[in-house]
């Protein structure tokens, strides 16, 4: 069963790059035809989609995020990581990384606690 | 961008009723529909996809119906565990896909 783990700091100052890490366990993030997403959720709000990347390395982005996101792949340490540049106060968020999925998302890891503040 | 409304935003339900949560989108998904559920402190919990296939080792008291624009998901004999926000989520145009905004279900 693929099991998923996210790291990364826990505070990130206002105009820096928010740095993210999903390490996949019980399985290959280069097997098979799927997506693995990148999910946040602000303090008692509901769940935003930021984007994904696919085996093959291609990603699609949230059009609100886009041009501050970037989604990579790195398959000798199977890990997928999330890139944020520019963040304020609205990034504060819980953020998860999710798959393998093609279209609901089955998997989730248990989120990460990311703040933003000087 | 596609917007799913949920409905209601909250609900109030005694322990063995039966509870009905809605779901519209502002255009057709056809069947590519999932519902979560998420407690608080954890990650959600796929409960549904296809509209109505549910996920492995989901209890069979959780029921999802619709297509199209009109959602519903169904907890037959509510238990006390099954106090939650409940999210549905469209994945049939992206980017990007998008949630509801939940309905959160409390005990009565």
């Known amino acids: 069963q693929v099991q998923l783990q996210e790291s990364g700091p826990g505070l990130v100052k206002p105009s820096q790059t928010l740095s993210l890490t999903c390490t996949v366990s019980?399985?290959?993030?280069?097997?098979?035809?799927?997506?693995w997403s990148w999910i946040r959720q602000p303090a008692g709000k509901g769940l935003e989609w930021i984007g994904r990347?696919?085996?093959?390395?291609?990603?699609e982005y949230n059009p609100s995020l886009k041009s501050r996101v970037t989604i990579s792949v790195d398959t000798s340490k199977n890990q997928f990581s999330l890139k944020l540049s520019s963040v304020a106060a609205a990034d504060t968020a819980v953020y998860f990384c999710a798959g393998p999925h093609s279209g609901a998302f089955d998997i989730w890891g248990q989120g990460t606690m990311v703040t933003v503040s000087s | 961008e596609i917007v799913m409304t949920q409905s209601p935003a909250t609900l109030s339900v005694s322990p063995g009723e039966r509870a009905t949560l809605s779901c519209r989108a502002s255009?057709?998904?056809?069947?590519?529909l999932a519902w979560y559920q998420q407690k608080p402190g954890q990650a959600p919990r796929l409960l549904i996809y296809g509209a109505s296939t549910r996920a492995t080792g989901i209890p069979a008291r959780f029921s999802g119906s619709g297509y199209g624009t009109e959602f519903t998901l169904t907890i037959s004999s509510l238990q006390s565990e099954d106090l939650a926000v409940y999210y549905c989520?469209?994945?049939?145009?992206?980017?990007?896909?998008?949630f509801g905004q939940g309905t959160k279900v409390e005990i009565k």
């Open positions: 019980g399985g290959s993030i280069s097997s098979g035809s799927y997506y």
């Open positions: 989520q469209q994945y049939n145009n992206w980017p990007p896909w998008t």
């Open positions: 990347i696919y085996t093959s390395g291609s990603t």
């Open positions: 255009q057709s998904v056809s069947s590519n």
